[in-house]
């Protein structure tokens, strides 16, 4: 690890502390993952208005398994694409029961079987069901280690394993849950506060504002 990327893990750690949290809400794995596939193209606090009611209609994964797709559609509509995403949440219940005894499995290479899950949905799981190390690659990680010069990748598998060479493995899981509150707070998508951001004088953005 480079002085520079100590430094920049250093000042996200002082000023976002190191505590590991999840913003979905859930109770056990199968409801973070079935949150996770809702939050694809959706923001973590839509999705929380809506599970906190769809977690109680549909409160175990046999009712999740067996439940009408156009229902399930209407349960999700506002979290977009609800289409795919209720057709992926059946088939992934289905599959986690008939499968996997209805737990949800710990290996990349089995998440990557079931419906709707990708690598950043896998990680997810593997990162806060399974204290795995694992880098989670979304919207605000992938813009914000470009801005950083962690990576010049655009595709989210490439910046995946471009972190895992920058990043030592105690930061994988914490790094995605600091840079997310980086991302939505300073370093934003559109007109980034790069005069209030503390990590100014160590970002290589050539857009960045002095």
Known sequence: MTKRTKEILDR????????????LNHDNAWQLLIAVILSAQCTDARVNIVTADLFQKYDTLE??????????EQDIHSTGFYHNKAKNIIACARRLITEYGGEVPRELS?????????RKTANVIRGNVYDDPSIVVDTHVKRISNRLGFTKE?????????????????????????????????????????????LQDLCKAKDKTC
């Not at 009712?63 to 399930?72: I, P």
């Not at 490439?158 to 105690?170: A, Q, R």
Request: glycine share 6%.
């Open 12 to 23: 996200l750690d002082r000023e976002y502390g190191t505590e590991y949290r999840c913003y």
């Open 63 to 72: 009712k999740f398994a067996a439940a009408d797709l156009k229902e399930l």
């Open 110 to 118: 089995e998440l990557l079987t079931l419906a709707g899950v990708g």
């Open 154 to 198: 655009e595709d989210p598998v490439k910046i995946e394993f471009d972190l895992m060479k920058v990043l030592p493995k105690d930061h994988w899981i914490l790094y995605n849950i600091q840079i997310i509150t980086l991302g939505r707070n300073i370093c934003t998508a559109r007109s980034p506060k790069c005069s209030h951001c503390f």
